[in-house]
C-alpha cells in the first residue's frame, strides 16, 4: 500500500514537472521573436533635424572664437546620419592675451626680438566662418526618470568626418614690411635677412580644410524637441599667433602646426516631421 502510494506521488510530481517545463518553453519560445520594446517612440528615425546652435572654444590660446550658426541633419535610422554644420563667429581675446600686452613695448624696436603691442596684436587670426560635414553613428539610447514622475528621452551620439575654416589676419604694411621673410633682398639679394620676424607677414589666413570629430547627448523635451549638447573638434592647419613659432628669425609656412580648435555647443533641436512614428 505505501509502496503504491510513493509510486503515485512520484508520478504525480513528474508531471507536474513536465507541464512547468514545457510552460516555460511555450514562454521562451513565444518571446524570442518578439521586439525588445513595444510602442517604442521613433525619435529619429527617417526625421530632419535642424538645430540653431551656439557654441565657444575651450582651449584657445590667443582668441576665443564665439558664434552663433546652424545643424542640419538626416537620420537614416535609429543609428546613422548624415549631417552638416556651419557658424559664424567673432573673436575674443584671452586671458594669456591681456597678461601679454602689459609686458610689450608700446613702440616698435627692431633691436629686440619681443614684438611690441602694435605687432602682437596685427599678428593674431581669427575665425570668421567655420563647419564640418559628417557621418554620426548613435549608439546608446534611453529614458531618464525625475522622481519617478516625469520622463524624459535621450541618446549619445559620435560623430567623424571634414571640417571648413576660414581665417583672417590684418597686418598693415606699416608693421609687415619685409618682403622676404628669411631671404637676402634688394638688387641681387645683396641686403641679408634682417631676422627679425615682427615685421614679417603672420601667414594665418585663408581657408583651410582638416578632420571634424563630434560627440554629443540629445535630451528631448517633446517628440520633436531636444536639447542639443556638443563637443566638436575641429582640426586644421593654423598658426594662431602668426608668430615665428620655430624660432628661425623668419615667419614661414613651417611655423604652421596641425591644431586641435574644440568648441563646446548648445542648441535647440527640431525634428521634421513633427509627427512622431512608433514601433507596433
Not at 516555460?24 to 518578439?34: I, T, V
Not at 528631448?220 to 598658426?239: C, E, G, H, P
Amino acid at each position: 500500500m505505501k509502496k503504491n502510494i510513493l509510486l503515485a506521488a512520484v508520478g504525480l510530481l513528474a508531471i507536474a514537472g513536465a507541464e512547468q517545463q514545457a510552460e516555460a518553453e511555450r514562454r521562451q519560445n513565444s518571446l524570442s521573436g518578439d521586439v525588445a520594446v513595444r510602442h517604442r517612440r521613433l525619435l529619429v528615425k527617417n526625421r530632419f533635424e535642424l538645430a540653431p546652435l551656439f557654441e565657444s572654444t575651450i582651449n584657445a590660446d590667443f582668441r576665443h572664437i564665439v558664434g552663433g550658426g546652424a545643424k542640419l541633419e538626416y537620420h537614416l535610422g535609429d543609428m546613422l546620419s548624415i549631417g552638416v554644420i556651419g557658424v559664424g563667429s567673432t573673436a575674443i581675446d584671452t586671458g594669456l592675451v591681456k597678461k601679454i600686452l602689459p609686458t610689450l613695448e608700446r613702440d616698435t624696436n627692431n633691436a629686440t626680438r619681443e614684438p611690441s603691442v602694435a605687432e602682437f596684436n596685427a599678428h593674431l587670426n581669427s575665425m570668421p566662418f567655420h563647419g564640418a560635414a559628417y557621418v554620426s553613428l548613435t549608439p546608446w539610447y534611453g529614458k531618464l526618470a525625475a522622481f519617478s514622475q516625469a520622463y524624459v528621452a535621450f541618446d549619445f551620439y559620435f560623430q567623424a568626418g571634414v571640417s571648413y575654416a576660414i581665417l583672417t589676419s590684418d597686418c598693415p604694411t606699416t608693421i609687415c614690411s619685409d618682403p622676404a621673410p628669411g631671404m637676402s633682398s634688394g638688387p641681387g639679394g645683396m641686403n641679408p635677412p634682417d631676422n627679425n620676424p615682427n615685421n614679417d607677414a603672420p601667414l594665418n589666413d585663408g581657408s583651410r580644410l582638416g578632420l571634424y570629430l563630434g560627440g554629443g547627448i540629445h535630451v528631448f523635451l517633446s517628440d520633436f524637441i531636444a536639447l542639443d549638447l556638443t563637443v566638436r573638434d575641429y582640426a586644421f592647419s593654423d598658426n594662431p599667433s602668426g608668430a615665428d613659432f620655430n624660432a628661425n628669425l623668419a615667419v614661414t609656412s613651417d611655423d604652421s602646426r596641425f591644431l586641435h580648435h574644440i568648441f563646446f555647443g548648445v542648441g535647440i533641436s527640431i525634428m521634421f516631421p513633427t509627427t512622431v512614428k512608433r514601433t507596433n
